[in-house]
């Protein structure tokens, strides 16, 4: 006949041991030893003993006539002096409670938690002078909403949804399943709500019970001083409408600027490229330039060289959340070779190139 182990060495505990940790070590060994769970061979025995000695230490008179008699003083016990079975573990009825403690239950959620709405894209084109200004656009953008009649209740108007009767509007209900083991108590979300608690019986006739519809909307958005191409600005809480009362998503707007058929940009700065025929370049000259905020005076010295660039302080894009901070335009010099002169162009041309001779060495003077 084999001898049993003392109950207190079972569970690993001190004799001292408070009921508190009596029922921690009960826990731990009942659940890493659980035949579903571990397939030693020896796990049916050592679950037994664990059921077998927690049994009688979870129990006050049982655990003092222990202390004083040993397994002599725990015979008679509802376990028959340590041959029970796992009907239900004492004092935490049955497995499904101790999954439940460690993991929240086996398989099955309680009422769904609220779910934050997805976010939405969309793409605006606006001009290099509305980049460099501002401007407030309305796009228009379909969206997911509460429905109108119901509020988002899904309900008819003048009825709401009520609590759920096969789940008691938790969301998750309880079945008790036997096996060779015992009894086993396994919690899956409820079919009947479909884990929301609460279920409505006159639905709402726009939205046929769902609370939510799309529909179509009008935004204002701020576009600043600055803004670049593919920037975005963000809309809080203009996206979909979350699910069981989460938050709505939120919208998120592409900025597209548009080429511009004078000027190129460069960060905070703005090119513009201004064509000079020979006798404005070779005399220098004054005129006006365009610029995003209209005509500026622009003084080209004598003898400018085509790629000499001239700097327009002040007339380039506003920073970005810096309006009162501006860039600059550079002024790119082209001297334009004319194709086709008349007569009498041709002649001066020709005097004038002979008074000013060759600027590139001759064959003769490279050969020397």
């Known amino acids: 006949m084999a001898v049993k182990r003392d109950y207190y060495e079972v569970l690993g505990v001190a004799r001292g041991a408070s009921d508190e940790d009596i029922k921690k070590a009960f826990r731990k060994l009942a659940f890493q030893y659980h035949p579903d769970r571990n397939k030693e061979a020896d796990a049916e025995a050592k679950f037994k003993e664990i059921n077998e000695a927690y049994s009688v230490l979870c129990d006050g008179n049982k655990r003092a006539a222990y202390d004083r008699f040993g397994h002599a003083g725990a015979a008679g016990g509802p376990f028959g002096g340590g041959a029970g079975g796992f009907e239900d573990f004492a004092g935490f009825g049955g497995l499904g409670e101790i999954f439940e403690t460690f993991f929240g239950g086996m398989g099955g959620q309680g009422r769904q938690s609220p779910r934050r709405g997805t976010d939405l894209n969309y793409r605006v084109a606006v001009t290099l002078e509305e980049a460099s200004t501002g401007i407030e656009k309305e796009i228009n953008i379909q969206r997911i909403e509460a429905c109108e009649v119901c509020k988002g209740t899904g309900a008819k108007e003048g009825s709401s ?24 108590t396994n919690v899956v979300t409820c079919t009947r709500c479909r884990g929301e608690g609460q279920v409505i019986s006159d639905p709402c006739p726009k939205c046929k019970g769902i609370g939510r519809e799309r529909n179509s909307r009008t935004i204002s958005v701020k576009i600043p001083p600055g803004i670049d191409n593919g920037n975005q600005i963000r809309i809080s809480g203009a996206g979909n409408l979350g699910d069981r009362g989460g938050g709505a998503g939120d919208l998120y707007v592409t900025v597209a600027v548009m080429p511009h058929k004078l000027f190129r940009r460069d960060g905070d700065n703005i090119i513009y490229e201004l064509p000079l025929n020979f006798t404005q370049a070779a005399l220098g000259t004054e005129l006006d330039v365009p610029t995003l905020f209209g005509p500026a005076k622009l003084k080209v010295p004598s003898g400018t060289q085509t790629g000499k660039v001239i700097r327009l302080k002040g007339k380039g894009m506003p920073l970005l959340n810096r309006p009162s901070a501006q860039g600059d335009e550079w002024v790119e010099i082209r001297v334009v070779t004319p194709e086709k002169l008349t007569r009498r162009q041709k002649q001066l041309l020709e005097e004038l190139g002979v008074t000013l001779g060759t600027p590139a060495a001759t064959v003769d003077e490279a050969e020397k």
């Open 161 to 184: 949804p009520t609590k759920c009767p096969e789940c008691g509007g938790q969301g998750k209900v309880y079945q008790v399943q036997r096996s060779v083991f015992g009894r086993f």
